[in-house]
């Protein structure tokens, strides 16, 4: 069966060798939502925190335009604190489609799947640890290269 869209966690823009492949696989159904920004306005400011500011409610808020991807803000429930940075290659109506799947208390105004999938995609930090100290006993040898990046750790107590 063919979905009606595809709902990404991040940005349409590929990032690592071979994404681009993936990406253009996709079709022209696709919403991307990044959680995090880093633009700014030519002020210095911060455009999210402006237009959360600004408008209440529901909205989106076109940004630019390239390769037949539309780049906006968007804040997708009216009690939400969080705008985000939202990129499609369809008509942006697309995302009021989304807005019944953004009441989860968890996470007000993000789309509830990509909640899930974040929950069954995090490596927690025990784990992590974990995995770390598998990897550290097969290939001791990297230990003192690993000591050259984890100063913070020892300090905050996340010690291998």
Not at 25 to 52: C, E, M, Y
Not at 139 to 153: I, V
């Amino acid at each position: 069966a063919m979905a009606d869209f595809i709902v990404l966690d991040g940005t349409l823009e590929a990032t690592y060798p071979g994404e681009e492949n993936y990406l253009a696989r996709l079709g022209t159904n696709v919403i991307a939502l990044a959680k995090t920004s880093d633009l700014v306005t030519v002020k210095g400011n911060n455009p999210l925190q402006l237009l959360h500011q600004q408008f209440p409610g529901c909205w989106w808020y076109p940004v630019t335009e390239k390769d037949r991807t539309t780049t906006s803000f968007v804040k997708l429930h009216p009690k939400s604190e969080y705008v985000f940075r939202c990129e499609t290659n369809n008509s942006p109506e697309i995302l009021s489609s989304l807005l019944p799947y953004c009441t989860d208390p968890i996470f007000i105004g993000y789309p509830y799947g990509l909640i899930v999938a974040d929950q069954h995609a995090r490596v927690s930090h025990a784990e992590q640890r974990s995995l770390e100290c598998q990897f550290l006993i097969k290939n001791p040898q990297l230990k003192a290269y690993l000591r050259s990046k984890d100063a913070h750790r020892i300090l905050d107590g996340d010690i291998y």
